[in-house]
């Protein structure tokens, strides 16, 4: 059956095989009382309700990393930052911690919202993001410094001799590495942009108020989470398949 099948095919784009099975069978046995009709509609919401998580993770964890992206930059970088740290040799510290901090908080987002707060993954990136965050915003408090320092050297520690949270950990490492750098190269072309449109001072406001520009940064920032968030899906997939994965998909969290 023509209906049937294309169905399948179209369910099979957002979930397994077997699944789509089963669930267009389903339908098909019900489309005889229900009409044609009756019969697509399911299908639609079936797809939708397979895949509303993930735009809505991606939209979320752009804004949250954006966001914060500007605000760590504030509390270290800022004209009105009340405890600036030294230029050298921390300053370029902060300045990793910075990048790492905004796509920590992105990722984050974006799994607690696709694969639900109890996944270990998830909650493996929020503990980084906190600690990340304490240090940028409480990095001049010894005693906040060194309970950071202390806790990021035991979820090493224990990251690497337990197998299990080698691989949950490794999932964060790359997501936010692959962001990181992106995130760093988008600042750069940024920059060539701007001097390649208007070659003139460096800062000036025609520069920096060039109608292109916005655009620019805006689409290679898109970029930029979509193939971390991306990373971050295709390697817990991968990785962690002794999870149930699918029960996103059904409104629930990943265990």
């Known amino acids: 059956m023509l209906t049937a099948s294309t169905a399948e095919w179209i369910l099979c784009r957002v979930t397994s095989h ?10 098909v046995e019900i489309e005889e009382q229900k009409g044609l009709l009756w019969f697509w509609l399911s299908v639609a919401g079936v797809v939708f309700s397979l895949v509303w998580r993930q735009p809505l993770a991606f939209v979320a964890a752009f804004y949250a990393g954006a966001w914060t992206f500007f605000g760590f930059q504030m509390a270290i970088m800022g004209i009105n930052a009340q405890h600036r740290p030294p230029e050298y040799p921390w300053m370029p510290v902060f300045t990793v911690l910075i990048f790492a901090g905004s796509m920590l908080c992105a990722v984050s987002l974006y799994a607690a919202i696709r694969y639900g707060v109890q996944d270990k993954v998830t909650q493996i990136a929020f503990a980084w993001t906190s600690l990340v965050t304490s240090v940028i915003y409480l990095w001049w408090q ?6 950071c320092i202390t806790a990021a050297l035991l979820i090493v520690s224990v990251s690497i001799f337990n197998s299990k949270l080698r691989k ?64 971050w899906s295709r390697m817990h997939n991968w990785l962690m398949r002794d999870q149930a994965i699918d029960t996103e998909s059904e409104g629930k969290p990943a265990v």
């Open 168 to 231: 949950e950990a490794l999932v964060v490492l790359v997501s936010v590495v692959i962001g990181s750098v992106l995130r760093f190269f988008v600042g750069l072309l940024a920059g060539l942009y701007q001097h390649f449109l208007l070659r003139g001072p460096w800062g000036t406001r025609e520069m920096q108020e060039h109608p292109s520009l916005e655009w620019v940064v805006f689409c290679m920032l898109i970029l930029t989470f979509w193939a971390s968030t991306s990373a």
């Open 18 to 27: 077997e699944r789509a099975a089963s669930i267009v069978g389903d339908l």
């Open 142 to 147: 010894p005693v906040v410094l060194g309970l």
